[in-house]
């Protein structure tokens, strides 16, 4: 399928009215293959004919049409022209450059036609610069149209006939794989006669089979989709009629909306689509979108504008509109790129509500209009001039980039504008306004009825912004590597209570899939960083150390402003397989806080080796466990929290984990496991029952064992204390601790595994003590050594750690 990928790209549906009897110009009413045995024959000529079905069904569908009379004569043979018209109205051929040939004139009704079919690429012209469009059509050139336009990929077998050595050499391959397809069958002597013309029954069959190949082909009013569970579809979808709902649907192709759904509305639920999705049809009520995954949409409606709904979780990674449109994105849906494209006529109008990612104008002279919501960064590209920005007061604009000469009106508010051309206004100043590296220091810019020169610096105005910050180093989880997991706020470990303090990060969606932005909101200005959980985000020098790499995002945000990262193309060596990220933000005197977010992908199959994490021990709580999956999970049916955890104690067999021994609980992509009582230096262990959880789509989980793990080991300091710890170089730290570990001193910026950490210490760049069975609970002492001067970590492995200072 993918040539018919590339065809969808090449524009509007066409809109000419053909003048061959064989296809209707329009079409009120459709239906759905499946139900095309019920539609009745209206040609008085097909009674008893073998394709009667068939050209009842596709007539029905306003894709063919008879002739005087109420006949549709089936034998005669169909021309060249006929049959680009008949495929280029079932398959969405849009609109290409004009083709010439000498024996089509422009205002032959097939002219369109014929320039359609060969800038798709599966008709051209013969080399006499004709393309003889009045001649009938050949069996063997059907192949190849047919070959061409599905793109159908070799196969081994072979489709041999009586006659094919009368193949011509163009046709063989083509012949082959059509054949094989099934799409294109033989006679029942056993030949294929390929220079036989075909006739118009055979073309309507030919083409209800190439439909099933490619896909569903829905054209009847109504609800398409399990109500429950997920339908998988293995190639295309089109809809080509208004009041349709696709539901619980996944799209390994392309998504078409028809132009046929005119001004109606098609309705998405839960819907994921691999390849492009376009809408040619949909009027201002809506194509409404909830909870579904897109990875791009072309909006490209030729008569009329077309209005765009995202509802619930939908994550959109990018739209790009050719032509006019709404956009409404919810609160909770997710767009990360809009690309106003060039195609875009002049003086069109298009209306963005909700919260944006990344606008990028690059149509010319058009006006985009921003009722509500918030635009992380919007650019107008060089090519954009006379570009209009109309702000309503209930909007924003965090970032704008003007390449060309541009207006922005309204009362909506702008935090930074970068000034890159001539012949820019602003009716309201925005907080900060600066010159680009394209224009010279004395660039002229109208704000209000002024006009100004920026000069090197810009301007800034008052009040831009604020906002508290922490005034400590403490943020919502300590630090994990991939041997601990943190202590997290409620989302991750129920019972954790969330810190109080004027500094906080507000994550309305703590859970998102792949493609969709992590909305956030802070209450103080500084530097956002998002950053998979194996990345110590408390180290700004492993941080940016990641930026470097790639693997870490890094973003300015203002306080108590809505800003996003996108999650589109994560760039982790251990992703999809970690799942789980930090969102941290650091204000400017180093302080920071920090929240955990999981990126989850739907589209993957159900681990049967999940994460298992164990939450340390602290104060107000023992050690707890999660057993973490790729995927939503809910309880399955006829299971309770107290029958899917087993437990084992010691060497003791696995019993059942009930509510005397603690708390289960399901919550989002976890199994949470919280004992009411542990004891030291005990091996536990937890197996989570096989069918005990359940996906959106009915993936079950497998039986899952942990591995043995203690309570958590506890350090206890005996010289230094204090709330700070400090220790002069080459002095000796001494401290006892809970159970037998090994302990480690290194800086503060590793993690990693053990085997790191002993290659570290074996360079010197660390010390290593292991506490046996006898020192358990008895002052132990590690050697600072000639460790040089700075921040240090204690570290337990399996256990606690603190922070010290080595000084001199």
């Not at 061959?20 to 095309?36: D, L």
């Not at 150390?545 to 402003?561: D, F, I, Q, T, Y």
């Not at 003791?652 to 021994?661: A, H, I, R």
Request: avoid cysteine; proline fraction near 4%; hydrophobic fraction near 35%.
């Amino acid at each position: 399928m993918k040539k018919w990928v590339n065809v969808f790209t090449a524009g509007i549906l066409a809109t000419s009215v053909w003048a061959s009897p064989i296809f209707a110009a329009k079409s009120s009413h459709h239906v759905t293959k499946e139900e095309s045995s019920t539609v009745s024959q209206p040609y008085r000529d097909m009674a008893g004919h073998w394709a009667t079905e068939k050209v009842a069904k596709w007539s029905h569908l306003g894709v063919v049409s008879g002739v005087k009379n109420a006949r549709f004569e089936p034998n005669r043979p169909i021309t060249r022209s006929e049959w680009a018209a008949l495929l280029n109205r079932a398959f969405q051929i849009q609109p290409g450059q004009s083709a010439s040939f000498a024996d089509v004139n422009k205002n032959d009704w097939f002219a369109p036609t014929v320039t359609d079919a060969v800038y798709a690429g599966y008709m051209k012209g013969f080399e006499d610069g004709s393309f003889r469009p009045t001649q009938v059509l050949s069996r063997e050139e059907a192949a190849v149209t047919i070959n061409q336009l599905l793109q159908i990929p070799s196969s081994d077998l072979n489709k041999t006939f009586k006659d094919s050595t009368s193949l011509h050499n163009w046709s063989q391959k083509a012949v082959n794989a059509v054949g094989t397809a099934g799409i294109i069958e033989g006679y029942q002597n056993g030949t294929f006669q390929p220079q036989k013309p075909l006739t118009r029954a055979e073309a309507v069959t030919i083409l209800d089979r190439a439909v099933n190949h490619s896909g569903a082909w829905y054209g009847e009013s109504g609800t398409y989709g399990p109500s429950t569970g997920l339908d998988k579809q293995s190639g295309n979808v089109v809809i080509n009629t208004t009041g349709v709902t696709l539901q619980n649907t996944e799209i390994a192709g392309d998504l078409i909306i028809g132009k046929a759904v005119g001004n109606g509305d098609v309705f998405l639920k839960n819907v994921k689509v691999h390849g492009q999705t376009y809408v040619y049809g949909g009027g201002e009520h809506s194509v409404h979108l909830n909870n579904s995954v897109l990875v791009s949409i072309i909006v490209n409606k030729v008569d009329g504008t077309v209005r765009l709904v995202a509802e619930g979780a939908t994550s959109i990674s990018e739209i790009k509109i050719k032509t006019g449109a709404a956009l409404d994105v919810s609160q909770g849906a997710s767009v990360d790129r809009v690309i106003l494209t060039n195609e875009l006529p002049a003086k069109s109008n298009v209306s963005l509500t909700g919260y944006f990612h990344t606008v990028n104008v690059e149509a010319f002279a058009i006006n985009v209009n921003i009722p509500n919501g918030q635009i992380n960064t919007l650019n107008v590209a060089d090519n954009a001039k006379g570009t209009t920005i109309d702000t309503a007061q209930e909007s924003s604009i965090l970032s704008l980039v003007l390449n060309a000469a541009a207006k922005v009106i309204g009362l909506g508010s702008v935090d930074k504008a970068v000034v890159n051309a001539e012949n820019v206004s602003f009716q309201i100043k925005p907080k900060s306004v600066l010159n680009g590296d394209k224009v010279s220091s004395d660039v002229k810019v109208t704000i209000g009825n002024s006009t100004n020169i920026l000069g090197s610096q810009g301007t800034t105005s008052s009040g831009g912004g604020g906002g508290s910050s922490s005034n400590s180093n403490e943020s919502d989880n300590s630090k994990k590597d991939d041997h601990k997991k943190s202590d997290d706020k409620k989302d991750n470990t129920p019972q954790a209570p969330e810190r109080n303090g004027d500094a906080n990060i507000s994550v309305p969606k703590k859970i998102v899939t792949v493609g969709e932005s992590v909305y956030f909101t802070s209450s103080y200005a500084g530097t956002a960083y998002f950053s998979s959980d194996l990345i110590d985000f408390a180290n700004l020098q492993s941080l940016e150390l990641g930026v470097e790499s790639g693997e870490v995002r890094k973003l300015e945000v203002p306080a108590n402003k809505t800003v996003s990262f996108s999650t589109y193309d994560i760039n982790h060596w251990d992703y999809p397989k970690n799942f789980e990220f930090d969102l941290t933000i650091y204000d400017k005197n180093g302080a920071y806080r920090s929240k955990e977010i999981t990126v989850i992908d739907e589209n993957e199959p159900l681990v049967g080796s999940p994460i298992y994490a164990q939450y340390p021990e602290r104060k107000d709580r023992l050690d707890q466990f999660s057993i973490d999956y790729n995927r939503l999970l809910q309880l399955a049916d006829g299971k309770t929290t107290e029958d899917i955890v087993q437990w084992s104690v010691g060497d003791s067999p696995f019993t059942p984990f009930t509510k005397e021994n603690g708390a289960v609980r399901v919550e989002d992509n976890k199994v949470f496991i919280l004992p009411k009582h542990l004891e030291d230096r005990l091996v536990y262990k937890f197996r989570l029952v096989a069918d005990s959880v359940v996906t959106s789509n009915g993936e079950f989980n497998k039986e899952f064992q942990t591995w043995g793990n203690t309570r958590t080991v506890r350090i206890t300091m005996i010289q230094p204390i204090g709330d700070i710890l400090k220790v002069k170089k080459g002095d000796a730290i001494t401290f006892s601790l809970s159970g037998v570990s090994n302990v480690y001193l290194l800086n503060t910026f590793v993690w990693g595994s053990q085997s790191n950490y002993d290659d570290l210490v074996a360079e010197n760049w660390g010390k290593k003590l292991t506490v046996t069975d006898d020192e358990v609970n008895k002052p132990v002492t590690i050697s600072t050594g000639d460790l040089p001067p700075g921040k240090y970590k204690l570290d337990v492995w399996y256990g606690q750690d603190l922070d010290l200072e080595i000084i001199e």
